[in-house]
């Protein structure tokens, strides 16, 4: 069996997930070589770090190579602007020499800015081909989340960082009925910020010092604080419909640890969460006592 790459996000990918877009040109630009991302036809050919793999681009990329060490002057390349990513159209080789060869920050380019529509849902069904394509989805996801939420990753203790698609769904229909309930109503007229700040500070903060005083981040690797918010949020809800009471988020924590934190195929695929609750259902009247 072949070892997986890491290889470059198909613009293709992300294309069919979006809903309106329209492309501007905003003219040539320099762009940071960091901000590459992806492609638009061969995000097969070259590793995220840009680095050719076939034979034949080898051979172009040491053509290039050459070229830009004589000072021939080459062409910007071209490429599509997502957020603040980028995905290149024409000058994959010269790209992967700047970066590669010259430890280039920045490179010019003929930049297309790609605005589009793209909203969450739990009904939104996704179409991608790559690892890689499902990473970018979320970022989209988390842009589209923080807009609704004015939750910034940049300004939070502990940014709201996820690994599955929808999480941010879950995150934000969770944040949408806080603010509707909270108190009476406290929130149900006041801006969206008051209300997401407010459930940050006072729900999502307090779980994750639980979470880090029992240590249960590293029962399950490659996953976030936020992951393990859900899936816990979910955990709860079952355990307090089986109860009859809200159980709270301390007993929650402590008991999915002490059941999942052995479980390995758990962190590979949590979709499968809902499947392994339903199998211990006879375990729950323990709690009930």
């Given at each position: 069996?072949?070892?997986?790459?890491?290889?470059?996000?198909?613009?293709?990918?992300?294309?069919?997930?979006?809903?309106?877009?329209?492309?501007?040109?905003?003219?040539?630009?320099?762009?940071?070589?960091?901000?590459?991302?992806?492609?638009?036809?061969?995000?097969?050919?070259?590793?995220?770090?840009?680095?050719?793999?076939?034979?034949?681009?080898?051979?172009?990329?040491?053509?290039?190579?050459?070229?830009?060490?004589?000072?021939?002057?080459?062409?910007?390349?071209?490429?599509?602007?997502?957020?603040?990513?980028?995905?290149?159209?024409?000058?994959?080789?010269?790209?992967?020499?700047?970066?590669?060869?010259?430890?280039?920050?920045?490179?010019?380019?003929?930049?297309?800015?790609?605005?589009?529509?793209?909203?969450?849902?739990?009904?939104?069904?996704?179409?991608?081909?790559?690892?890689?394509?499902?990473?970018?989805?979320?970022?989209?996801?988390?842009?589209?989340?923080?807009?609704?939420?004015?939750?910034?990753?940049?300004?939070?203790?502990?940014?709201?960082?996820?690994?599955e698609l929808k999480s941010y769904v879950k995150?934000?229909?969770?944040?949408?009925?806080?603010?509707?309930?909270?108190?009476?109503?406290?929130?149900?007229?006041?801006?969206?910020?008051?209300?997401?700040?407010?459930?940050?500070?006072?729900?999502?903060?307090?779980?994750?010092?639980?979470?880090?005083?029992?240590?249960?981040?590293?029962?399950?690797?490659?996953?976030?604080?936020?992951?393990?918010?859900?899936?816990?949020?979910?955990?709860?809800?079952?355990?307090?419909?089986?109860?009859?009471?809200?159980?709270?988020?301390?007993?929650?924590?402590?008991?999915?640890?002490?059941?999942?934190?052995?479980?390995?195929?758990?962190?590979?695929?949590?979709?499968?969460?809902k499947d392994i609750l339903h199998g211990i259902?006879?375990?729950?009247?323990?709690?009930?006592?």
């Amino acid at each position: 069996m072949s070892e997986e790459r890491d290889i470059l996000v198909d613009f293709g990918s992300i294309e069919k997930n979006l809903q309106k877009y329209k492309i501007k040109n905003k003219g040539i630009q320099a762009i940071g070589t960091e901000k590459i991302v992806g492609s638009l036809n061969r995000y097969n050919d070259f590793s995220e770090n840009m680095l050719p793999y076939r034979g034949d681009s080898n051979m172009r990329f040491a053509n290039i190579e050459r070229a830009m060490l004589s000072g021939v002057n080459l062409p910007p390349i071209q490429v599509y602007q997502v957020l603040d990513s980028y995905f290149i159209i024409d000058g994959h080789h010269r790209a992967a020499v700047a970066r590669k060869v010259f430890n280039a920050e920045f490179i010019d380019a003929e930049v297309f800015e790609v605005k589009f529509e793209f909203d969450i849902s739990i009904i939104k069904n996704y179409s991608y081909d790559t690892e890689s394509a499902k990473d970018f989805l979320i970022k989209l996801e988390e842009n589209s989340f923080s807009s609704k939420t004015y939750l910034s990753n940049a300004v939070l203790k502990h940014p709201l960082k996820v690994t599955e698609l929808k999480s941010y769904v879950k995150l934000l229909d969770e944040i949408e009925h806080y603010k509707a309930g909270y108190n009476k109503g406290e929130f149900a007229k006041k801006h969206m910020i008051f209300a997401s700040y407010h459930w940050y500070e006072h729900s999502f903060l307090p779980s994750v010092s639980i979470m880090e005083e029992d240590d249960v981040l590293s029962g399950f690797p490659e996953r976030t604080y936020t992951d393990l918010y859900v899936w816990m949020q979910q955990h709860k809800y079952y355990l307090s419909q089986q109860a009859g009471r809200d159980v709270g988020f301390d007993f929650t924590a402590h008991d999915f640890v002490r059941k999942y934190k052995k479980v390995k195929p758990l962190y590979l695929i949590p979709s499968k969460i809902k499947d392994i609750l339903h199998g211990i259902k006879e375990r729950i009247e323990d709690f009930k006592e």
